[in-house]
C-alpha cells in the first residue's frame, strides 16, 4: 500500500491589475481595475517537494474532487486554482483565463519557490492546459475571438514543465457540437423542434443508423453556426450603434442530446446507457446546468463556436513540446472516448503516453482501485522524468 499523508490546505487569494472597457464579473472578482483570483493550496504535511500539480478548469473549482485530493494524499503539492470565472461560465473568455492561471503558475515559480510546475487538465482543464502551454510556448493571440485586444505574447507566460490531460475533452467547442440538440427550430422557443432530429420523442429510436446520425450531425453544426452568426451581426449591431451597450446575454436552449448517449454501438466503450455525468440526459438537455445554456456574445465566440475558438485541444497540442501524458477513462459518462485519442494522434511532442484506466467512470466516485491506478500512472511518468518532485 502507498505511503498515505495528512493534508493541509491554504487559501490563495492573488490579484493583478487590467483594464476593462466594461464589468464582466459579477462582484469583486474583476470590476475594480483589478482582477482577484482564489486558488487552494493542498500539501501532504511533513513532505516537501519541489514540484507543483496544478489543476485548473475555465469555470469551476476542483479542490473537492477526488483525483486532486488523492494526489495530495500521496505526497503530492497540488494547486486546485479558480479562474476569474469560478462557478459561472456565462462570460468565460478563455484568452483571459490564461492569464489567470499564468498568474498562479508565476506565484508558484516567484513567490512559493516551486522548481517544476505539472498542469493536470482533468475534464474541462484538459483543453485550457493544451491551451495555456501553446501559447506559453509559442504566443500569438493578439485578440479574442470577439477582436478585442489581449497580449498574450506581452504577459510572458511561463510554460509548465509537463501536461496530463486526464478524463478531458478536446476543447468545450467540440463538446457542445457533439451534445446540442438540432431538433430546436426557434431559438426562442425550445417547444418549436423538428421531430425527425428529436432522440428524445416518438419518431426516432436507437439504434441510429449512418444516414440518420449523418444528418443528425450536419444539423447540429447548422445550429452552432446559425447562432453564431447571430451572435457576430448582434456584436456588430452594437459597435456601429456607437452607445454604451457593449454586451448581451442570450439562452441555448436543449444541449445535451448526444445519440451516444442513448445508442451503445456509437463510439463503443464501458459507459453506462441513458445517463450521463449530470444525470438523466433528457432531463439535462431542458434543464438549467447545460452547456452553454447561458452565455455572453464574446463568451459564446471564445469558448462554444466550432470555427472561432481558439481553446482547441488538437490544434493547441500540435504546437507543444513539453512532456505529455493522457489517460482515458473507458466508462467515461461525460467526454466521448474519440477526444483524448484525437488529442494523443495530433499531439506534436515527442514524448508523450497514452493509457486507458478499463472500467473508470469520470469523476472515479466509488471506484477506489480506479482512482489508484489513475495516481500510479501520473506518479510514475513523473518519476521517470524527475518532476515527481520528492
Same mark, same amino acid.
Given at each position: 500500500?502507498p505511503?498515505?499523508?495528512?493534508?493541509?490546505?491554504?487559501?490563495?487569494?492573488?490579484?493583478?491589475?487590467?483594464?476593462?472597457?466594461?464589468?464582466?464579473?459579477?462582484?469583486?472578482?474583476?470590476?475594480?481595475?483589478?482582477?482577484?483570483?482564489?486558488?487552494?493550496?493542498?500539501?501532504?504535511?511533513?513532505? +516537501?517537494?519541489?514540484?507543483?500539480?496544478?489543476?485548473?478548469?475555465?469555470?469551476?473549482?476542483?479542490?473537492?474532487?477526488?483525483?486532486?485530493?488523492?494526489?495530495?494524499?500521496?505526497g503530492?503539492?497540488?494547486?486546485?486554482?479558480?479562474?476569474?470565472?469560478?462557478?459561472?461560465?456565462?462570460?468565460?473568455?478563455?484568452?483571459?483565463?490564461l492569464?489567470?492561471?499564468?498568474?498562479?503558475?508565476?506565484? %508558484?515559480?516567484?513567490? !512559493?519557490?516551486?522548481?517544476?510546475?505539472?498542469?493536470?487538465?482533468?475534464?474541462g482543464?484538459?483543453?485550457?492546459?493544451?491551451?495555456y502551454?501553446?501559447?506559453?510556448?509559442n504566443?500569438?493571440?493578439?485578440?479574442?475571438?470577439?477582436?478585442?485586444? @489581449?497580449?498574450?505574447?506581452?504577459?510572458? !507566460?511561463?510554460?509548465?514543465?509537463?501536461?496530463?490531460?486526464?478524463?478531458?475533452?478536446?476543447?468545450? %467547442?467540440?463538446?457542445?457540437?457533439?451534445?446540442?440538440?438540432?431538433?430546436?427550430?426557434?431559438?426562442? *422557443?425550445?417547444?418549436?423542434?423538428?421531430?425527425?432530429?428529436?432522440?428524445?420523442?416518438?419518431?426516432?429510436?436507437?439504434?441510429?443508423?449512418?444516414?440518420?446520425?449523418?444528418?443528425?450531425?450536419?444539423?447540429? !453544426? %447548422?445550429?452552432?453556426?446559425? @447562432?453564431?452568426?447571430?451572435?457576430?451581426?448582434?456584436l456588430?449591431?452594437?459597435?456601429n %450603434?456607437?452607445?454604451?451597450?457593449?454586451?448581451?446575454?442570450?439562452?441555448?436552449?436543449?444541449?445535451?442530446?448526444? +445519440?451516444?448517449?442513448?445508442?451503445?454501438?456509437?463510439?463503443?466503450n464501458?459507459? +453506462? @446507457?441513458?445517463w450521463?455525468?449530470?444525470?438523466?440526459p433528457e432531463?439535462?438537455?431542458?434543464?438549467?446546468?447545460?452547456?452553454?445554456?447561458?452565455?455572453?456574445?464574446?463568451?459564446?465566440?471564445?469558448?462554444?463556436?466550432?470555427?472561432?475558438?481558439?481553446?482547441?485541444?488538437?490544434?493547441?497540442?500540435?504546437? @507543444?513540446?513539453?512532456?505529455?501524458?493522457?489517460?482515458?477513462n473507458?466508462?467515461?459518462?461525460?467526454?466521448?472516448?474519440?477526444?483524448?485519442?484525437?488529442?494523443?494522434?495530433?499531439?506534436?511532442t515527442? *514524448?508523450?503516453?497514452?493509457?486507458?484506466?478499463?472500467?473508470?467512470?469520470?469523476?472515479?466516485?466509488?471506484?477506489?482501485?480506479?482512482?489508484?491506478r489513475?495516481?500510479? !500512472?501520473?506518479?510514475?511518468?513523473?518519476?521517470?522524468?524527475?518532476?515527481?518532485?520528492?
Open positions: 500500500m505511503q498515505r499523508f495528512e493534508l493541509e490546505f491554504e487559501w490563495l487569494h492573488l490579484a493583478y491589475d487590467e483594464s476593462q472597457a466594461f464589468t464582466e464579473t459579477y462582484g469583486f472578482a474583476g470590476n475594480q481595475g483589478a482582477v482577484n483570483v482564489e486558488g487552494i493550496l493542498i500539501r501532504p504535511r511533513d513532505q +516537501p517537494s519541489d514540484t507543483l500539480q496544478v489543476y485548473m478548469h475555465p469555470a469551476s473549482t476542483l479542490q473537492l474532487l477526488p483525483v486532486p485530493r488523492e494526489a495530495a494524499h500521496r503530492a503539492h497540488v494547486l486546485c486554482a479558480g479562474s476569474r470565472y469560478a462557478r459561472n461560465d456565462t462570460a468565460c473568455i478563455l484568452e483571459k483565463v492569464l489567470d492561471l499564468g498568474a498562479y503558475i508565476r506565484h %508558484a515559480k516567484k513567490v !512559493l519557490g516551486y522548481k517544476h510546475v505539472v498542469l493536470v487538465g482533468w475534464s482543464g484538459g483543453s485550457l492546459s493544451l491551451f502551454q501553446s501559447q506559453a510556448e504566443p500569438s493571440i493578439t485578440g479574442t475571438p470577439a477582436g478585442d485586444p @489581449i497580449d498574450l505574447a506581452g504577459a510572458r !507566460l511561463i510554460p509548465a514543465d509537463a501536461v496530463v490531460f486526464q478524463a478531458a475533452h478536446s476543447s468545450r %467547442a467540440q463538446l457542445l457540437l457533439d451534445v446540442i440538440d438540432p431538433s430546436v427550430i426557434d431559438e426562442d *422557443d425550445p417547444d418549436t423542434r423538428d421531430q425527425s432530429l428529436d432522440i428524445y420523442g416518438d419518431q426516432v429510436n436507437p439504434p441510429f443508423d449512418t444516414a440518420f446520425l449523418e444528418r443528425y450531425r450536419g444539423a447540429q !453544426l %447548422a445550429r452552432v453556426r446559425k @447562432i453564431t452568426a447571430n451572435v457576430k451581426n448582434t456588430e449591431r452594437l459597435r %450603434a456607437g452607445g454604451k451597450e457593449k454586451e448581451r446575454g442570450f439562452v441555448t436552449h436543449r444541449t445535451l442530446a448526444d +445519440p451516444r448517449f442513448l445508442d451503445p454501438a456509437l463510439d463503443p464501458d459507459r +453506462p @446507457i441513458g450521463c455525468y449530470l444525470g438523466d432531463t439535462v438537455n431542458s434543464g438549467p446546468v447545460g452547456l452553454a445554456r447561458f452565455s455572453t456574445l464574446r463568451s459564446w465566440l471564445s469558448q462554444w463556436s466550432i470555427d472561432d475558438t481558439n481553446a482547441d485541444g488538437i490544434k493547441c497540442a500540435e504546437q @507543444i513540446s513539453a512532456p505529455l501524458l493522457l489517460i482515458e473507458s466508462a467515461d459518462d461525460a467526454v466521448p472516448s474519440y477526444h483524448c485519442q484525437s488529442v494523443f494522434k495530433a499531439a506534436g515527442v *514524448d508523450k503516453q497514452y493509457h486507458r484506466i478499463d472500467g473508470a467512470t469520470h469523476y472515479y466516485v466509488g471506484q477506489p482501485d480506479h482512482l489508484s489513475a495516481i500510479d !500512472l501520473t506518479e510514475g511518468w513523473l518519476a521517470d522524468r524527475r518532476l515527481l518532485g520528492r
